[in-house]
């Protein structure tokens, strides 16, 4: 889908086969979901060139998720209406729906588990910021992960200690103003950046979307996903909100 994305392990030359699987299971990923492929079944299904019943089972799976997210956060996180924004407001035929904003997590924890599953312990995956690492960086240490600061591009706004979890942020720094209000259709502004700390890439990518995309709701929203889930927001002043499980990150 465009970005690029870094596996690291340990011992790398031990994993060569199984980083290997990994990068073929993101390349299968592509293929299925891009909306930059003509081929892709996603471009298919909105252009109603295959049916939904047609598709793979790994798509079911994804629709399903979305929706599930788009109940759990109160509509700000929604495949269709993003898919709206992506297509420059213009109508599908087909399904109409863009869930790339939870497939790139989703694909990168699809990675993760693949080389936990081949037997690879300490690893790193990223894609454009948003990362699942597993077990330590060297023996003993933790994997550490910097929050890009939103508007300084040469510095971080934090550094998180992690082991076996996923770290996405949602911003309009990089990439400008490509978040919604699906509600209004508004671009958001009372938020630089959203960063959400938790078990599941898919899912924290997914509630770091939508809390951005709630504007000045966000940061309270963020406390309700407690323990599970850890937040921190930057607001569009400089302020630093987190909830009080992001502590235990804090390098």
């Known amino acids: ?22 990068f073929d299971r993101l390349r299968e990923v592509d293929a299925r979901f891009s909306l930059y492929r003509e081929d892709s079944e ?16 790994m798509v079911h799976e994804v629709l399903r998720r979305c929706e599930e997210l788009r109940v759990a956060t109160r509509g700000y996180f929604d495949a269709r209406a993003a898919y709206v924004l992506w297509a420059g407001g213009t109508p599908a035929t087909g399904v109409g729906v863009d ?4 497939v790139k997590g989703w694909a990168v924890q699809l990675a993760a588990d ?7 312990c300490d690893a790193f995956v990223g894609a454009a910021g948003d990362v699942c690492v597993r077990g330590e ?21 934090a550094v998180l200690e992690v082991g076996d979890a996923a770290v996405a942020t949602s911003g309009a720094y990089a990439r400008g103003a490509h978040i919604v209000d699906p509600h209004t259709g508004q671009t958001p502004d009372a938020l630089a ?6 078990p599941d890439l898919g899912t924290v990518d997914a509630y770091a979307t939508a809390a951005f995309a709630m504007g000045e709701d966000g940061p309270g929203w963020l406390m309700t996903l407690e323990p599970a889930c850890a937040g921190l927001a930057i607001t569009a002043a400089g302020e630093v909100l987190s909830t009080p499980g992001m502590e235990r990150f804090r390098a």
Not at 137 to 157: K, L, M, N, T, Y
């Open 137 to 157: 960086s060297e023996p003993g240490e933790p994997w550490r992960i910097g929050v890009q600061h939103p508007f300084e591009p040469d510095r971080v706004a």
């Open 114 to 120: 693949g080389l936990a599953a081949a037997g690879v």
């Open 193 to 198: 950046s959203v960063t959400v700390v938790g």
């Open 1 to 22: 889908m465009g970005l690029p994305v870094t596996i690291a392990t340990r011992d790398a030359a031990a994993h060569e086969e199984a980083v290997a699987g990994a």
């Open 99 to 102: 869930p790339t904003g939870l």
């Open 42 to 57: 996603l471009s298919a299904l909105n252009r109603g060139a295959l049916t939904l019943e047609d598709a793979h089972p």
